[in-house]
């Protein structure tokens, strides 16, 4: 049997810290024929510790946010298939194997990464019942993980929208167009980590850029589209 064709998307700001573990990690997995790092304005030597493992890297000028990075990344995608994982991932970036089967093998078209229940929270998980709601009252599915990051599917999903999501919106972005254009959208439970984030003042300025970006693509979901 013949190794499914992938492409892994990683959008990074400011990630010198885990990149390299990271992409050390994604380099075992045979199923991963190319790997994209798409270097968000980072001010730090992420795109230069990238570049020295030999993978593709994409600099951008200026930070655009996520949705634009993942966007641009896509775009420079050769095969079928997409991995989409975070740069912060370190060596639990392996679980992205668990996402690549359901989709190589057409049981799905997307496949999202569902993370271990944490012990402590650093907010009160307002912004993920907004985005389940959100998913829940345009596709009356009821999704696990709506923000989660790590996903594989099929390319032609991301080009299908006209332009990218803005920001943090992209996972929201994501779920309702696949579901709504008649995607299989499969959940997987992971043992993935990556940094989280406390209840410090730039803690919730991010919140409230998520959320403010979760509510604009339910607008743009119920409204515009």
Not at 53 to 67: F, H, P
Not at 196 to 225: N, P, T, Y
Request: aromatic share 6%; glycine share 8%.
């Amino acid at each position: 049997m013949s190794l499914p064709l992938i492409s892994v998307v990683i959008p990074a700001f400011n990630e010198a810290d885990s990149i390299v573990s990271t992409l050390k990690v994604l380099e075992r997995l045979e199923e991963l024929a190319e790997v994209i790092v798409v270097d968000d304005g980072s001010t730090d030597a992420t795109a230069t510790l990238a570049e020295k493992l030999g993978v593709k890297v994409k600099r951008l000028e200026n930070n655009q946010g996520k949705g634009e990075a993942v966007f641009e990344g896509v775009r420079l995608a050769s095969y079928p298939l997409v991995a989409l994982v975070d740069a912060d991932l370190g060596f639990s970036a392996v679980e992205i194997k668990k996402l690549i089967l359901p989709v190589s093998s057409e049981k799905a078209d997307m496949a999202v990464a569902v993370f271990p229940e944490r012990r402590s929270r650093g907010g009160w998980g307002m912004v993920k019942r907004v985005a389940r709601w959100s998913v829940f009252i345009l596709t009356g599915r009821h999704l696990k993980e709506p923000l989660s990051g790590q996903r594989v599917l099929r390319k032609e999903i991301i080009d299908g929208f006209s332009c990218p999501p803005r920001g943090f919106g992209l996972e929201t972005a994501l779920n309702l167009a696949a579901l709504r254009r008649g995607y299989r959208l499969e959940e997987v439970e992971v043992e993935m980590y990556h940094r989280e984030r406390g209840k410090d003042a730039a803690s919730f300025l991010h919140r409230g850029k998520q959320m403010m970006a979760v509510i604009k693509e339910f607008w743009r979901g119920a409204v515009l589209r």
